[in-house]
Nanobody, 121 residues
Framework: QVQLVESGGGLVQAGGSLRLSCAAS????????LDWYRQAPGKQRELVAI???????NYADSVKGRFTISRDNAKNTVYLQMNSLKPEDTGVYYC???????????????WGQGTQVTVSS
């Protein structure tokens, strides 16, 4: 199994910054993409940013130019640097990955427990 543990959430004023981290551990043969999703109260979970194993990235339009996703493959860790935060960025942020636990296994989806980000106006 693969475990994802997020950290770095908190309360920040609008215009401030936070850095989220997500560390993958357990039986890991290979990790493909590492993503950050968020879910605001009363809304569906949405993709915020994705980074592929080759380092290519993609972002939701709402965070482009403000958020930066990066990964440390040696540590199986993904980061989300969030700058110029807005109240609409408030929500629970989840780390997600598709990973294999063996060379013969299938790709499976894994989720972290989520970390709360609250941006006050």
């Amino acid at each position: 199994q693969v475990q994802l543990v997020e950290s770095g959430g908190g309360l920040v004023q609008a215009g401030g910054s936070l850095r989220l981290s997500c560390a993958a551990s357990g039986i890991i043969f290979s990790i493909n993409n590492l993503d950050w999703y968020r879910q605001a109260p009363g809304k569906q979970r949405e993709l915020v940013a994705i980074i592929i194993s080759d380092g290519s990235t993609n972002y939701a339009d709402s965070v482009k130019g403000r958020f930066t996703i990066s990964r440390d493959n040696a540590k199986n860790t993904v980061y989300l640097q969030m700058n110029s935060l807005k109240p609409e960025d408030t929500g629970v942020y989840y780390c997600h990955t598709a990973a294999k636990t063996s060379g013969f296994g299938a790709w499976r989806d894994y989720w972290g427990q989520g970390t709360q980000v609250t941006v006050s106006s």
